[in-house]
């Protein structure tokens, strides 16, 4: 079993920053990828970003890239997701997610097997 527990939401204006933290922690499976999702009230989760660790590949939703990255602290078993230039329709709850396989669609939330408890990201205009 693999805990995550997410930090670092918060409300923000629009154009400000966030730095979001995925704490991972329990047995240490070797883990495919890491993701970033993010679900609105009436909306599906989709996913924002990912890491490969292996190799520290990293992958964007449209709608993020040159905004936000992502990246890990093997020490300390953590991934990060640095936010920029936010925008409202950047407000969610944002989940980190572990997957054990690989998948061609890194996206696809159905195909990670473990998931944070969510951390909220609000952004006003």
């Known amino acids: 079993q693999v805990q995550l527990v997410e930090s670092g939401g918060g409300s923000v204006q629009a154009g400000g920053s966030l730095r979001l933290s995925c704490a991972a922690s329990?047995?240490?499976?070797?883990?495919?990828?890491m993701g970033w999702f993010r679900q609105a009230p009436g909306k599906e989760r989709e996913g924002v970003a990912v890491i490969y660790p292996a190799s520290r590949r990293t992958d964007y939703a449209d709608s993020v890239k040159g905004r936000f990255t992502i990246s890990q602290d093997n020490a300390n078993d953590t991934v990060y997701l640095q936010m920029n230039g936010l925008k409202p329709e950047d407000t969610a709850m944002y989940y980190c997610a572990a997957a054990l396989l690989y998948s061609s669609m890194w996206h696809r939330a159905v195909d990670y097997n473990f998931w944070g408890q969510g951390t909220q990201v609000t952004v006003s205009s």
């Open positions: 329990g047995v240490t499976y070797s883990r495919n990828r």
